[in-house]
């Protein structure tokens, strides 16, 4: 509200228009202070008003622009979550239409992951699509559209990650078994042109809950973001960088030499097996098999070397941005390959005995132990995504 109005004192003794006044020259001065105070005052509250307006012009720009950023986000999640829920029912409705599919263990992961798929995403679009239709200036709704979007980026990532996972999986487990099947295979009696349709369709399933996952990765670290206290740039800030996360040589260590002693053992048992190049999926988890073993030997190396110097970070810039990040990425791509290696033979192993031309047992022992390389692979994700984070701050803060 403007300060009120004050009015000024009445002169002592009045004045006349044709003579001097008798008022005291200090009462003048009194008075002419107070007009001045009243004027300022007023100037003062106009700027503020001024002010409040164009920060509440501001604010409304900002939020029409957060508006129309969010109802993109969630017409780009609408469209992913529909073609995902259209892969997996034409993943599981080719693969029920085939004859004797119940005796192929792959074949039912399969069938089943695409339905929880087809099951578990009409409620997603759901949640999109009301998120797309809602009013903004529906105030009763506020509150409901401000909690969805703050909770579903979570929901999304979490969702998004295992389930890609499985769907991979179960792709790969049946196309171990379609790209090489055995003689008397009953699914297989008139050719695998079905399970090879389903298997695709799987796959696409994996790679379109991959984009989505890309999405609400970006979403959620923009909240993230948004919610974090801004840091002033300082002379402290590589001391805070620094103090953030170090690097574990002997954690590194310990996971590269697992690594390496399962890829090992995994591939000496697949390499083992009778007639293992008819099958294209233990040759597969071979060729991983092997490329993780040189891998891990080296980075073994570099462990040691580095608890031995002391040293900060990884020898040879791996412990730069770019060299972190290249690290980073042969972990997750090969801890991706391992675990669809592992599931490929799997879905060989798997089957009957009877039909198989090698021990099965021996073969399972692969397949385990190639699963159990994929666990020791996350370990290192997680260092190598830490050193990479810590390279990423020491850039911004240089």
């Known amino acids: 509200q403007p300060p009120p109005y004050v009015q000024p004192r009445k002169p002592e003794g009045g004045t006349t228009s044709d003579g001097p006044s008798n008022v005291p ?3 003048m001065v009194r008075d002419m202070g107070t007009q001045d105070d009243i004027r300022g005052g007023k100037e003062k509250y106009a700027r503020n008003q001024a002010d409040k307006t164009h920060d509440k012009q501001e604010g409304n720009k900002r939020n029409d622009l957060d508006n129309v950023q969010e109802r993109k986000h969630a017409r780009i999640m609408l469209g992913m979550r529909i073609l995902q829920w259209l892969l997996g029912l034409i993943a599981f409705s080719v693969m029920a239409s085939v004859t004797g599919y119940s005796n192929v263990k792959s074949f039912q992961y399969l069938l089943a992951m695409g339905i929880i798929v087809f099951v578990l995403n009409l409620p997603l679009c759901g949640v999109e699509w009301f998120l797309i239709g809602i009013s903004y200036e529906d105030e009763e709704r506020e509150v409901t559209r401000v909690r969805l979007y703050r909770s579903m980026p979570k929901i999304n990532v979490i969702y998004d990650a295992i389930v890609s996972f499985l769907c991979f999986g179960a792709a790969s487990a049946a196309a171990g078994v379609t790209s090489d099947p055995p003689p008397g295979l009953t699914a297989c009696n008139g050719g695998c042109s079905d399970p090879r349709a389903a298997v695709a369709m799987m796959f696409l399933l994996a790679f379109a809950l991959v984009g989505s996952l890309f999405l609400g990765v970006a979403k959620l670290r923009k909240q993230m973001a948004e919610d974090a206290a801004v840091l002033p740039v300082s002379t402290k800030g590589t001391s805070q960088a620094e103090a953030v996360w170090q690097h574990n040589f002997t954690v590194g260590f310990v996971l590269r030499t697992f690594q390496w002693m399962l890829a090992l ?8 097996l009778d007639n293992n190049a008819d099958f294209s999926a233990i040759q597969f988890a071979i060729a991983i098999g092997i490329i993780i073993f040189i891998v891990a030997f080296v980075l073994m190396g570099f462990e040691l070397y580095g608890r031995m110097q002391n040293l900060e970070y990884l020898p040879l810039g791996l412990g730069s941005w770019l060299g972190s990040l290249a690290l980073l990425g042969y972990d997750v791509v090969f801890a991706l390959l391992s675990f669809g290696s592992a599931c490929a033979a799997a879905g060989v ?17 692969g397949v385990g132990l190639m699963f159990a390389t994929w ?5 290192s994700i997680y260092i190598s995504y830490k050193d990479h984070d810590k390279a990423i701050m020491l850039k911004e803060v240089s």
């Open 349 to 365: 192993t798997s089957l009957d005995c009877s039909v198989l031309p090698f021990k099965c047992s021996v073969g399972r022992a």
């Open 265 to 272: 053992v995994s591939f000496a048992c697949f390499l083992s």
């Open 375 to 379: 666990f020791f692979m996350w370990g």
């Open 25 to 27: 020259v200090g009462a």
